[in-house]
């Protein structure tokens, strides 16, 4: 199946989730000036085009970029704020000049917001029309971009290990396919054994009344791989939210995964994260835990 178009959920409050925890580990591995490599599994279109008048997508933005860029500006200029919202602001803004949220950056181009001659980034994406979409996005291309239309799953065989000893591996699929769980903990098992060094980011839904078989049988699976650490993130909607006015019919939380987090990142996270939940999205709950402690 390949029926899910992120286009119609860009700027949502699991993108602000994602992007937010990869900020803060990118600019952890830039702290140094070693080389390192980035793998985004399940690119995308790498940037969505916003428009106020005919967005299809409102209510979901207004979950998370919405209020987020509205305030953009003052959490550049405030030097109270998380360095971490500071940062991202930054980026967003050199996406969006303007005062208007005209461009929704996705993980390839935060990712490429990185990138210099000591960074290379490789971006999969097996969609065909949203493969042309992403390479119009990256039009002149990086010498150290590699865009490629292929399995993400099916890549990381290939490309790991890297030449450089560092480096994030982001796998954001879309779940539409049932054994998508099943994917994930045997491209880990495989990734694990070539990249040991590497940092693994896992996205995956939190669903409204479903049970949460398939995460926690991951998470499981994952524990006991030989790696350092294994840390949970979740970011849960406001509580009593009605589904249906909302927009969100399914979706409850967003949820990560990390393996081997750099040190002292989760502490940066959970400062983050309680400041958007006390200035921005008032009521929203944060749960984060060690599953596996660091090593």
């Known amino acids: 199946m390949l029926s899910y178009l992120h286009k119609y959920h860009a700027g949502n409050f699991s993108d602000l989730h994602k992007q937010l925890v990869l900020t803060e580990i990118l600019t952890n591995l830039q702290e140094k000036a070693k080389p390192f490599?980035?793998?985004?599994?399940?690119?995308?279109?790498?940037?969505?085009?916003?428009?106020?008048?005919?967005?299809?997508?409102?209510?979901?933005l207004q979950s998370g970029l919405g209020p987020f860029f509205n305030q953009v500006d003052a959490l550049i200029a405030d030097h109270s704020v998380p360095n971490l919202i500071r940062v991202y602001a930054q980026i967003l803004k050199k996406y969006n000049p303007d005062k208007l949220l005209k461009q929704i950056p996705g993980s390839p181009l935060l990712f490429s917001s990185f990138l210099n001659k000591d960074v290379k980034l490789t971006v999969?994406?097996?969609h065909p029309s949203v493969f042309n979409a992403l390479e119009t996005h990256f039009s002149p291309k990086s010498p150290n971009l590699t865009l490629l239309k292929n399995d993400g799953y099916q890549a990381t065989k290939a490309l790991l290990p890297p030449k450089e000893k560092r480096g994030i591996i982001f796998i954001d699929p879309s779940f539409e396919e049932k054994t998508e769980y099943e994917q994930i903990a045997d491209c880990l098992?495989?990734?694990?054994?070539?990249?040991?060094?590497?940092?693994?980011?896992?996205?995956?839904?939190?669903?409204?009344?479903?049970?949460?078989?398939?995460?926690e049988w991951l998470s499981k699976k994952i524990s006991r791989l030989p790696i350092n650490s294994l840390w949970q993130h979740e970011w849960y909607l406001e509580p009593g939210l009605d589904p249906e006015t909302s927009?969100?019919?399914?979706?409850?939380?967003?949820?990560?995964?990390?393996?081997q987090l750099p040190w002292q990142t989760q502490d940066h996270l959970n400062l983050s994260f309680d400041w958007l939940n006390t200035h921005l999205f008032p009521g929203r709950k944060c749960k984060a835990s060690w599953l596996k402690q660091p090593s």
């Open 37 to 60: 490599s980035l793998l985004d599994t399940h690119g995308g279109e790498g940037l969505y085009p916003h428009s106020a008048e005919s967005s299809k997508n409102y209510r979901e």
């Open 124 to 126: 999969c994406e097996k």
């Open 189 to 215: 098992t495989q990734s694990v054994k070539r990249f040991s060094t590497g940092i693994y980011v896992i996205w995956y839904p939190i669903l409204n009344n479903r049970p949460r078989d398939g995460i």
């Open 247 to 259: 927009g969100f019919y399914a979706l409850q939380g967003s949820g990560l995964l990390c393996i």
